[in-house]
């Protein structure tokens, strides 16, 4: 998986409650990318980052938060889980962006209940 | 219209079939083109990659992309049971300066009969 990582991989959590997952990589790419997958929608855009610090977002972000401190890691949060957030979420990475294609780690199964 | 249409299958064909898989889409601005492959409970990974028109070979894989009728195919010769996976289809444009932009398929589930 390209040197990426998540974790935890599997986590169930009851509405409301908060949730972080986190991406290490290990390839020094500069950009980094939160992914949803649910059945039917193929993979949607959460949030994205361009650089340490340098965050912004995607097509469903309502809902969701990042941080990034360090290139190597991005941090997605759900400040009060809901059942909708039931996903399997994935997070990428790239060198250049555009003329580079994204690498996608092991993803997190995540169920709100 | 959904921006990028992928029939979800399931297909199932014989160990050593030829597999086509395809993606259509309607953003005349795509430029790069990629199919990753997902094998159950796993992350995507990607198999090919090809910029604009024409056609790319790697191994019992080949990709195609036809411009004109907004239409991007992949084949697979010789098909073997490990090719069972769902596969998906990519695209973006160079607008996408930060690959804030790929969209992706829904994937077609593949199964190789042995």
């Known amino acids: 998986d390209a040197g990426i990582t998540q974790s935890p991989r599997h986590k169930v959590t009851e509405t409301g409650t908060p949730v972080t997952l986190r991406c290490h990589q290990t390839?020094?790419?500069?950009?980094m990318y939160w992914y949803r997958q649910d059945p039917g929608h193929g993979l949607r855009l959460i949030h994205y980052s361009y650089g340490v610090k340098d965050t912004d977002k995607g097509e469903v972000s309502d809902g969701y938060s990042v941080s990034r401190s360090k290139t190597e890691d991005f941090l997605l949060t759900l400040e009060s889980a809901t059942s909708s957030q039931t996903s399997v979420y994935f997070c990428a990475i790239s060198r250049t962006g555009v003329t580079d294609t994204q690498y996608f780690g092991p993803g997190t199964r995540l169920t709100v209940l | 219209q959904k921006e990028v249409e992928q029939d979800p299958g399931p297909l199932s064909v014989p160990e050593g079939a030829i597999v086509s898989l395809n993606c259509t889409y309607s953003?005349?601005?795509?430029?790069?083109f990629m199919w990753y492959r997902q094998y159950s409970r796993k992350g995507p990974e990607l198999l090919m990659y090809?910029?604009?028109?024409g056609n790319k070979e790697d191994g019992r894989f080949t990709a195609q992309v036809d411009k004109s009728s907004k239409y991007i195919s992949l084949f697979i010769r010789d098909s073997q049971p490990s090719d069972s996976a769902t596969y998906l289809c990519?695209?973006?444009?160079?607008?996408?300066?930060?690959?804030?932009?790929?969209?992706f398929g829904p994937g077609t589930r593949l199964s190789v009969l042995p």
């Open positions: 953003n005349s601005a795509f430029q790069y």
């Open positions: 390839e020094n790419h500069r950009y």
């Open positions: 990519a695209m973006t444009s160079l607008r996408d300066n930060y690959g804030q932009n790929f969209v």
């Open positions: 090809t910029y604009s028109s």
